[in-house]
């Protein structure tokens, strides 16, 4: 699934269309088999001429700003993707395409292509409405923010509700901080020392601010990698990212760890897999 840093390197590619006239915002024929998608088509039609103004990352969620004051709120799933492609005749050959916003007076269209079918592509009025929505209103402090605020961290751990979790699990909660998954929680606990099962409460203070500087060079370095290419993650000109190259513990149970030897041990946290050393990770 894509993460912070893959949604942020998107979103970095993507803003090459800002400023540009929207031609269409078209659901493709495939999309119509599916409720999100059915029948929508007209609520896009607004967009004919408008201009894209901007696209905000917020978590793992890009918002698209037009200047008709209409917003699209989209979320890449767990396979979402976009293309950049300035041949139509290239459109054909993507299979999963759920939407297709053609730019005016140009060859350029930005395709959203979604195998597995659980991104979003929503309209909302207006911008304060999209703030207004559930999931984007609860967003925590986002990780790849610079610097990354840890005493903001610190006190978001501390909320009652989280004391007795696990870390491993609250890293996944997007209302602590946006913009982490499984895989960056993985890699963060690890360069941190701390062991995925531990309670938030057992964490001393000094722990927690070594945690906050791991999360945020490990998101920053994603980033620089383009991102991780585990099944599907492409930016939107094809490219695969990187960041899996330098992966110390996701995906990689059974095999030893390159600090100590120990075999790397996988457990599931919250329905996902959390990948640590038992003997690195206190
Ligand atoms: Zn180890």
Redesign the pocket.
């Known amino acids: 699934m894509p993460e912070g840093p893959e949604v942020e390197y998107t979103l970095r590619t993507l803003k090459e269309l800002e400023g540009k006239k929207i031609k269409s915002i078209d659901l493709t024929e495939i999309s119509q088999k599916y409720n999100k998608y059915k029948g929508r088509q007209d609520e896009f039609t607004g967009f004919s001429k408008s201009i894209l103004s901007k696209i905000e990352r917020h978590g793992k969620f890009l918002i698209w700003i037009f200047n008709n004051n209409e917003v699209i709120l989209n979320h890449l799933g767990m396979s979402g993707k976009w293309i950049i492609s300035s041949k139509s005749e290239d459109n054909l050959e993507i299979k999963h395409a759920k939407v297709i916003i053609v730019i005016e007076d140009s060859q350029t269209s930005a395709i959203f292509d979604d195998a597995r079918n659980f991104g979003q592509f929503r309209k909302f009025g207006n911008y304060e409405m999209v703030m207004r929505y559930s999931p984007i209103r609860r967003l925590g402090l986002d990780g790849l923010k610079l610097p990354f605020p840890i005493l903001d961290f610190q006190k978001a751990l501390k909320q009652s509700k989280n004391l007795k979790k696990a870390i491993g699990r609250v890293l996944l909660d997007q209302t602590i901080v946006a913009g982490i998954g499984n895989i960056y929680k993985s890699e963060s606990l690890f360069r941190a020392k701390i062991n995925p099962l531990r309670t938030v409460k057992s964490l001393k203070s000094k722990e927690t601010e070594v945690l906050g500087k791991a999360i945020s060079e490990i998101l920053q370095k994603a980033v620089q990698s383009m991102g991780s290419t585990i099944h599907t993650y492409r930016n939107p000109y094809g490219e695969e990212g990187s960041a899996q190259k330098w992966h110390e513990v996701y995906g990689k149970a059974g095999k030893l760890?390159k600090?100590?030897?120990?075999e790397i041990t996988r457990i599931v946290q919250e329905k996902r897999s959390t990948f640590y050393?038992g003997?690195?990770?206190l």
């Open positions: 760890c600090v100590c030897g120990t050393c003997k690195c990770q």
